[in-house]
């Protein structure tokens, strides 16, 4: 069955250091979407994007934040400057069509900012 | 007021009981309505997805939607232990940027 794939699986990194958090989406699907969970509380929306560009994104989503289809199939959040609370686990999602609103999320990325 | 509440738990229940888990939102413009499971340090897994009042049925789940009363439940017979997860609920405007507004989420613990 064909799933959203997300690399790495954990990252520990600096604060004030640039990270690319990394997403497969399924392959057929248009519409992709970034979530992230602070430990211990909800899953919130950051961005959506679609047709090379940002459909929607919340408050959260600063100017630290970019998103970026680089190619065919990848999907990538980069955080500029991270901050101890950006530590939190990160999703990505994706969807096929605007008729089929089903999102299919990763397993995700922890991301530990020290 | 939130967007969306959920019943927070935990909720532990002996296997083989009816699980309840049950969600209200404050926006009319939502129209799809999901639920995901979520095992600790894991992605969200949807279990269930409609966009219309009234049940919709797949094996043990039940999703039931009352869009007058803007209420959303979870219904799970016959509950085993590994149904012990997070519930999410989440809701989508009807927008096509479609993103997902969560509930806060209710912990099962079914115990043998």
């Known amino acids: 069955e064909p799933e959203v794939t997300q690399t790495p699986s954990h990252q520990v990194t600096q604060m004030g250091q640039e990270v690319i958090l990394r997403c497969v989406p399924i392959?057929?699907?248009?519409?992709f979407y970034w979530y992230r969970q602070i430990l211990g509380q909800k899953v919130e929306f950051l961005v959506s994007?679609?047709?090379?560009?940002?459909?929607?994104k919340s408050e959260i989503f600063d100017d630290q934040f970019s998103v970026e289809r680089p190619d065919g199939s990848n999907f990538t959040l980069k955080i500029r400057s991270t901050k101890l609370e950006d530590s939190a686990m990160y999703f990505c999602?994706?969807?096929?069509?605007?008729?089929?609103?089903?999102?299919?999320f990763g397993a995700g990325t922890r991301l530990s900012v020290l | 007021q939130k967007e969306v509440e959920q019943d927070p738990g935990p909720l532990s229940v002996p296997e083989g009981a009816i699980v309840s888990l049950n969600c209200t939102y404050s926006?009319?413009?939502?129209?799809?309505f999901m639920w995901y499971r979520q095992y600790s340090r894991k992605g969200p897994e949807l279990l269930m997805y409609?966009?219309?009042?009234g049940n919709k049925e797949d094996g043990r789940f039940t999703a039931q939607v009352d869009k007058s009363s803007k209420y959303i439940s979870l219904f799970i017979r016959d509950s085993q232990p590994s149904d012990s997860a997070t519930y999410l609920c989440?809701?989508?405007?009807?927008?096509?940027?479609?993103?997902?507004?969560f509930g806060d989420g209710t912990t099962l613990t079914v115990k043998p």
């Open positions: 926006n009319s413009a939502f129209q799809y």
């Open positions: 989440a809701i989508i405007s009807g927008t096509n940027a479609g993103k997902s507004t």
């Open positions: 999602a994706s969807r096929d069509s605007p008729a089929k609103n089903i999102q299919y």
């Open positions: 392959s057929n699907h248009l519409y």
């Open positions: 409609t966009y219309s009042s």
């Open positions: 994007f679609y047709n090379n560009e940002i459909s929607e």
